[in-house]
């Protein structure tokens, strides 16, 4: 179960760093851990820098080391790309740069074991049945650590219902083979069914990978939940400290509860922006089209207001396929994923694809700051110029929610949509009790 957890309308920096120093008495008295000398911090990337785990990380770290505990950190980062010096800077503060490891998703895995495709066939209601070879990072396997300590938002996920949890094992240190068969496994899903799901099919995989291979970690989990206040600004409202799927159970209900918004009718217009200083590839950017897809009304419009967006995918094999292939539907991506070598060889990027498909339903139009408009409308977006979206759609005199535009036009304005999801009530129904 949950060893403890702190609900209120906004928790402070204080009361948060207080009940980091609880999580590390507590977990050294429940997981028997006599003497603490080498640590083990697992945050997200730089596409969490919102939810305030960068300046989490270096309060523990700066306590632990004070104690002369031997610390590192390994950012969660799937296969985005490894921050730079200044990105660790800006997210870690005072963390010596060497004490901060970038995980290799291709070379730098081993393998803890198989998930057969039965299971995978169970869990998935038969559509699949292809095995998920289980590769995390050698660094987290091969060395010995007298505690881990796993950082989190939870918040409504396009493959696992909501993150994060075992997540930042199995996806934000995964291998290739890893991140390829669960990314599919989600994608012949249907990303409508996964997000508001607790348990989605890949969900339960990791959580069945996490009980058969990684029970020995001397891990606890530290998941925040975050919502907005009255005038539009995330604040913290939930921490929740465990070692077992119950704290992400309870941090998810929170999450469900707080940051779902539900509309009786859908939205003809939607305006979201995504940070400069976060979101750089539609990989990560295109967290808009995802989490405000069953909100928008057929014939409806998504603008994706993204200044920071110079490249389709984070690396440049994924970049390519984006290219050569498009933001293409469920379908036709399954139907070329069996004959396509390309795709075949990048199954999480392939998974990608449909999930940033509108699949003919409504306009995604892109402002992006350093991509053409040839560039944009060639993977299957409309464009609008950067400047003229920030000029009508300003970020920072828009009122979060409806807007009334001088116009006459009304739009639904979402500053952070990586914090949320946003669907019609009939969409998500059948999983919100």
Known sequence: MTWFAHESDSIDRSTIEKLLDRTIVEARERLGIECLRRVL????????AHAGLGWMTEYLYTSLDSQGVEVHVIPTLGQHIPHTPEVNRYMFGSIPNERIHAHDWKKGVVNVGTLPG??????????????????????LINEQWDLIVNLGHV?????????NHNKNYFIGLGGKRTLGASHMLSAVYGIENNLGNLLTPARKCFNKAEEEFLGDLPDVYVQLVMAYDDSGRLKHTGVYVGDDLDTYLDAARASREQNITLFDEPVKKIIAVMQADE????????????????????GGELLIIAPGVERFGEQPEVDALIRKYGYIGQREVIDRYRVE???QDIPHAAAHLPHSSSEGRFTIRYAPGHLSREEIE????????PAEAITRYNPQTMAEGWNTMPDGEVVYFISTPSAGLWATREKLADRLT
Request: glycine share 6%; no cysteine.
């Open 279 to 298: 979101f750089h590839a539609t990989w990560v950017a295109n967290k808009a089209i995802y989490r405000t897809r069953m909100a928008i009304a057929d």
């Open 341 to 343: 070598p390309d795709l």
């Open 155 to 163: 918040v409504p996920h396009e493959v696992l219902g909501f993150a």
């Open 41 to 48: 911090l697992l945050p997200p990337d730089i596409t969490r």
């Open 378 to 385: 060639s993977v299957g977006f409309a464009y609008m110029d």
């Open 118 to 139: 039965s299971y995978l066939r169970e869990v998935s209601g038969g559509l699949v049945d292809w095995d998920m070879p289980i590769d995390l990072n050698e660094m």
